[in-house]
């Protein structure tokens, strides 16, 4: 940012299906729609800065893994 300070960065994930598409014609958006895209925003919104918060259905897919 312009105040010098770090940025802060809040990330939300989770695991479903959704519908993407292309909004607009002057100014073409892709963008995605769907109850996961809800999801993982309202898991963005309530995140601490600096930190990921993922769902109980993305941690069973990470967790072979981790």
């Known amino acids: 940012p312009h105040n010098g300070q770090p940025t802060k960065v809040r990330c939300g994930l989770h695991t479903g299906s959704v519908v993407s598409g292309v909004i607009g014609t002057k100014q073409p958006k892709f963008s995605l729609f769907g109850d996961t895209m809800n999801t993982s925003s309202r898991m963005e919104s309530t ?12 941690h069973a ?3 072979p893994a981790l």
């Open 47 to 58: 995140c601490a800065p600096g930190c990921i918060q993922i769902s109980a259905a993305t």
């Open 61 to 63: 897919l990470l967790a």
